[in-house]
């Protein structure tokens, strides 16, 4: 039989229960096989590692971020709007050599390693970086992303994409394909994906510039693809992004739709009734200027949210818990409790991974420790005060 570890802390968060003071974990075999008092005479006999005052809880789960745009950090104008800011973006990536965005891609991957984070939800166009995800810490889905607004060119991105998916079947990192956004990818292109049982990831409602695209037309995405491609016949849906991606058969159990700031209740009902997770950024929204998702509005629709970093582009840190303390601040109506389990169960939810998330028998130990005083009476808003750093502790 397998050793028993007992992990102690002054707080374990299982969130699926109650939190426990002056708890322990018992972990066997990678897997939890008791969570409660440590006093209880219901705790199994083991190997004890007193973690110290602080909280325990499930690994957190970052469920959107771009690690090969890590070389973009600090380089992006944040002010202009958020078209001007993706052409930039355009521009600043294909200067990019090689060897400089495979540096950050790694320092990424370290960085994330440090926070404590335990799975991530990868966005990736080229998948260069798979052989730096095998011995991460932390487990990854790779999202396999696809852009191409020419119907015409719908056929051969498909191909691409799954002749990618076969490269890539070997990796640990388990890759399944995306589409970019609704108005980055064309009518065909979108199809073909939820024929292949898709998209998984999408960026969805995240600007202004989306929405007026879809509704008229015009406005600076008409320009930005006007110099890119032409003129490309296109008859605006004149719906919005979420009834747009419904109409294309891209909304269900299986996506995670990444910002969804720009919604209205009719978008928010489409979404909890096709199950969609949501995935909050709002450390980036903040920085481009688009708003923030109405995660309340969300959460009270039934709407699993999970919480994303997104890029090193748009967010000072590759740390969730971040963006978890961001969104307290933008929400104080929220209860802690639930960004808690947004930035835990949530994500693991939304990516896929029903064995984390939470600490409760059976489920897998991945687990994380927030280091704190013995004053701590409220662990949830000790987590969400800004002053707590997590780290991985199995």
């Known amino acids: ?73 600090g380089r992006l ?32 991957v370290q960085s994330v390693e440090a926070s404590g984070t335990v799975a991530i939800g990868d966005v990736s166009n080229a998948l260069a970086h798979i052989d730096l995800l095998e011995d991460a810490r932390f487990e990854s889905v790779v999202f396999f992303e696809q852009i191409g607004w020419d119907p015409a060119r719908a056929e051969e991105i498909l191909l691409r994409a799954d002749e990618g998916l076969a490269k890539a079947a070997g990796a640990r990192a388990q890759v399944r394909l995306a589409a970019h956004a609704p108005h980055s990818v064309s009518a065909p292109l979108m199809r073909g994906l ?50 747009y991606a419904e109409r294309l058969g891209a909304l269900g159990p299986q996506l995670a739709a990444a910002h969804c700031v720009q919604l209205d209740s009719a ?62 601040r933008e929400f104080p109506v929220l209860a802690p409790e639930a960004i808690v389990a947004s930035m835990t169960l949530g994500g693991a939810r939304a990516l896929g991974r029903g064995d984390l998330g939470a600490i409760g028998a059976g489920r897998r130990a991945a ?6 005083s013995s004053r701590i009476d409220d662990p949830y808003r000790f987590l969400l005060s800004g002053e707590a750093r997590l780290r991985r502790v199995v």
């Open 1 to 73: 039989m397998s050793e028993v570890l007992l992990l102690r802390a002054g707080w374990v968060l299982p969130v699926a229960r109650p939190p426990i003071r002056d708890g322990s974990v018992a972990v066997s075999g990678g897997r939890i096989a008791w969570v409660g008092e440590a006093a209880s005479r219901e705790c199994p006999p083991g190997r004890e590692r007193d973690l110290g005052p602080g909280v325990l809880i499930p690994g957190p789960v970052n469920a959107h971020t771009h690690l090969e745009l890590s070389a973009l950090a």
């Open 194 to 243: 939820v024929a292949r049982g898709g998209p998984f990831a999408l960026h969805l409602a995240e600007s202004p510039d989306e929405s007026r695209f879809l509704l008229d037309g015009d406005g600076p995405w008409r320009e930005f693809l006007r110099k890119r491609l032409g003129e490309i016949p296109f008859t605006p849906p004149q719906v919005s992004p979420v009834a």
């Open 367 to 372: 687990l994380a420790f927030a280091p704190g």
């Open 267 to 328: 978008d928010v009902e489409r979404l909890a009734a096709a199950r969609v997770s949501v995935v909050a950024c709002p450390r980036s929204n903040r920085t481009l200027g688009v708003g923030v998702p109405p995660v309340p509005e969300l959460l009270a629709a039934g709407v699993n949210v999970a919480l994303g970093t997104d890029s090193l582009a748009s967010a000072p840190s590759l740390d969730v818990l971040d963006d978890a303390v961001a969104l307290a």
């Open 77 to 108: 104008p944040a002010a202009g709007g958020f078209t001007r800011w993706v052409e930039a973006l355009v521009e600043a990536r294909a200067a990019l050599s090689a060897e400089e965005a495979r540096v950050a891609t790694a320092a990424a």
